[in-house]
């Protein structure tokens, strides 16, 4: 690579810098972020002949200029803010925080460092990913006003719902009671308000659901196979993965859900304790599918749990075991789907 060209996104601009082999800088540009962003940073970059582009979070704020310059034909490589950072702080002179010097430490930061993921087309993966955020964020919301619900009807009947609330419950509930005072027609009025909210996200998690079980069918995976793995999770594990070629072995993709245990270690004694590093949601996704397992008499994954408590291992111990036993099966199945689809 000739030339390295680091580019510092923001909301409203971005910061690009062009340096040589020698980390010796040949060109900056800022540009306003808007729809011909892409389109002026090429220009500026034409005289500088052959390049790479190095964009800071290429997955987060970077993201739309850096499928814009992958979709022109551009080599770009994602840069984690954290080494963008290490490099500005330790690298002399450019310990001022400001957009050029940041620009300039993701570029030497790609020329320095090997092995960086290269920014690809947005694919199924993407998909699956926006997918499950949006299911996330919905549930969430959901979990905070069925709260809320819980709290008002206990105001109004002793007790409240004794069990998990649903919809059609909370209907049945207001519908017998009978308000004697402002204060408890007020509070019923807003029940029905909440309950309203409950109703429209309850429709919303059904909407969810269906494209997620289109978007799961029109990627093809074949991690739906494994036994409690249907197309929510599917979507988890796909979405929250993206591409599984970065994981040169299982072991790494284990590091990297948090299935792995770190090492505690200081002198002569060596500790390995549960991970709390990694994509938690993805953690969770594995945790969802061995609970579904060990529920199950007849599957593989409460054999293997039974087995590992028959060893002498604590509960706790054997889930994390199981865990990671489906972290390795998941990755099989996602390098299987890379490999038959490439």
Known sequence: MSVIIGVDP???THTAVAIDSSEAELARAR???????AQQLLRWAEPLGKRTWAVESAGGLGYLLSQQLVAAGETVLDVPSTLAARIRVLGSGRSDKNDPNDALSVAVAALRTPALREVVAADHAQVLRLLAKRNIDVGSHRTRVVCRLHNVLMELVPGGIAKELNASDAVAVLERIEPTTPIELAKRDMALEILADVQRLDAQLKQSHRRIR?????SQTTVTELFGV???LACYLV??????TRFATRDAY??????APVERSSGGRVVHRVSQRGNRRLNHALHLAAICQIRQPHSDGRTYFERKLAEGRTKKDAIRSLK???SNAVYRKLVEDQHRGG
């Open 10 to 12: 923001h909301k409203a």
């Open 31 to 37: 540009v306003r972020a808007t729809r011909k962003q």
């Open 214 to 218: 289109t978007a799961v069918a029109a």
């Open 230 to 232: 249907g197309p929510v």
């Open 239 to 244: 979405g929250f993965t993206g591409d599984i």
């Open 254 to 259: 284990a590091g990297y859900n948090g299935t």
């Open 324 to 326: 990671r036993h489906i």
